[in-house]
């Protein structure tokens, strides 16, 4: 599947919570998120770029099906 190209910030720090990750702090514009020893942060843009967005699943080790689904 390909990559969601209009994710907002805020919309991936809820798919990535539903998937389990829990808000540790925020600090500005930047959410940290935490799942046991991953740790990922979101910068909450209005849009998220394409690469930005790959980089954030890849330390969440989540695939993009996965995201996808969580996004609904």
């Given at each position: 599947?390909?990559?969601?190209?209009?994710?907002?910030g805020?919309?991936?720090?809820?798919?990535?919570?539903?998937?389990?990750?829990?808000?540790?702090?925020?600090?500005?514009?930047?959410?940290?998120?935490?799942?046991?020893?991953?740790?990922?942060?979101?910068?909450?843009?209005?849009?998220?770029?394409?690469?930005?967005?790959?980089?954030?699943?890849?330390?969440?080790a989540?695939?993009?099906?996965?995201?996808?689904?969580?996004?609904?």
């Amino acid at each position: 599947m390909k990559l969601p190209r209009d994710v907002s910030g805020a919309r991936a720090v809820r798919a990535l919570e539903r998937t389990g990750f829990v808000v540790t702090r925020q600090v500005g514009s930047h959410v940290r998120l935490a799942k046991g020893a991953r740790h990922v942060t979101v910068p909450l843009h209005e849009a998220l770029a394409p690469g930005t967005l790959r980089s954030i699943l890849r330390q969440a080790a989540l695939a993009v099906d996965d995201f996808v689904g969580a996004l609904r």
